[in-house]
Structure formats: C-alpha cells, structure tokens
C-alpha cells in the first residue's frame, strides 16, 4: 500500500526539535527542504563527504556507520522516524565523520545548512531548539559511554534489551534494527562473542531468539540477571 504524502511542514510540526515552532517559521523552513528517497542498503553519504546540511528521517531507519582504521566498520548509531542527524558536522563546517546508509526503504528531508542557519540568526527560538537537540546528543553519548564501561558484554546486550523494551512489562519483543554482527559493533562485541552471549541467554530460558527478532519472557529475570552479574 502506499504510503501517504505528508506537507513538509505539517511533519516537520511534529518532529521534537520543531514542536513549538511558529507557522511562519516551519513553512520557511519546508520551502527549503527536498525530498531524499533511499532504497533498503543505499548510501546516502560516506565519512568525509561535504556536510551540505541536516536530515530528518519521516519513515523507515538509517544507519550510521563509523570506520577507522584499527577497527573497520562499527555501528555507531540508527536514526529512526522523527528524528534528525547531520547537525553537529553542519554546524562545525567540516566534512562528515561516518557512513550514512539505509537500514530499510526511507525518506528523509533534507535542510540545506544555508536554510538553517539564516533561521537561527532569525528567530531566537529556533537557536534554543537547536541547542536543546545538541545538548540531549552529548547526553546520550555521555550515557552510551558509561553503557560501554559496563563489566561484561552480557550486561551491555542485556542493557541493550532492556532499553528497547522499556515501558513493557512482563514479555516483550526487540526486532533488532540491523545484523546481528553490526548490533555486535555497537556494543564493543565481536561477532562470536556476542553470539555466544546469544546462546547463553537463551539456554538460561531468558531469551528466545529468531533472526532478528529477540523475545523476552520475563522482564524480571531479565533484570535480576542483569543484576546478578
């Protein structure tokens, strides 16, 4: 079935960093915007392409991919509906810094940095919003790393799972967004170890595991395990 078009502006209103935003202000910005169109697997950029602006993702799920030399390619972060990347190199003005690439058939908007910035110097407003969405991002790392300090790579998966599933109680299902060797990457776990930790969890009953799909019987002992450890 087709998907239904949706006004740049009316679904930019939406998106956190643009809630609040006055009509004036929001149909600015979508005059500026395009339409990007990527198919499952398809880049969009690659690490040190020209930052020519932002992005917010309106469906499907994109991979951000970090690559150096000691470590190859390693997960760095998936960006889903609502959301928006792109803006810390934008506003550094230097080349990007990871691979972008489709984890599914997606559609982005794209804003030009030239749109964005002309806004902020407009509308004080605007700025704040823009901060604010910064500022949650280094909150975020700062939280991912303190996740990468955690003493074992059981607790980091178990983590993992446990924030996918939050607010669910008892049972609950996590469809991992990508291969299981790129989730690997994303928690400092090579693939055999993380398979591993796979068959142990569900030798011990606390997770079952088909493709991709990961379901969890019990939250509790999940937890407890978690704990445990």
Do not use: C, W
């Not at 790579?153 to 669910?168: A, N, P, V």
């Not at 142990?200 to 999940?222: F, N």
């Amino acid at each position: 079935m087709a998907r239904r078009e949706i006004a740049p502006e009316v679904f930019l209103s939406g998106v956190p960093l643009f809630k609040a935003l006055d009509a004036a202000t929001l149909a600015r910005l979508a005059a500026a915007t395009t339409r990007r169109a990527l198919k499952r697997g398809e880049t969009l950029f690659r690490k040190g392409d020209p930052a020519s602006g932002m992005y917010v993702v309106v469906y499907g799920e994109i991979k951000l991919i970090a690559i150096t030399p000691a470590r190859g390619p390693r997960l760095a972060g998936i960006v889903g509906p609502g959301q928006s990347f792109g803006e810390p190199v934008m506003f550094l003005e230097r080349p990007t810094v990871v691979d972008a690439q489709a984890a599914s058939d997606a559609l982005l908007l794209h804003l030009p940095k030239a749109a964005v910035f002309e806004e902020i110097e407009r509308n004080p407003k605007f700025a704040r919003r823009m901060i604010a969405g910064l500022s949650q991002r280094v909150e975020r790392l700062v939280r991912e790393l303190d996740r990468q300090a955690l003493g074992s790579g059981s607790e980091r998966f178990i983590d993992y799972l446990l924030r996918h599933g939050r607010g669910q109680a008892g049972a609950f299902v996590v469809t991992l967004p990508a291969a299981k060797a790129e989730i690997a990457s994303q928690l400092n776990l090579t693939p055999e170890h993380f398979s591993r930790i796979l068959h142990e969890l569900a030798q011990a009953g606390l997770v079952g595991i088909a493709g991709r799909q990961i379901t969890v019987p019990s939250r509790e002992r999940l937890q407890g395990a978690l704990h445990r450890r």
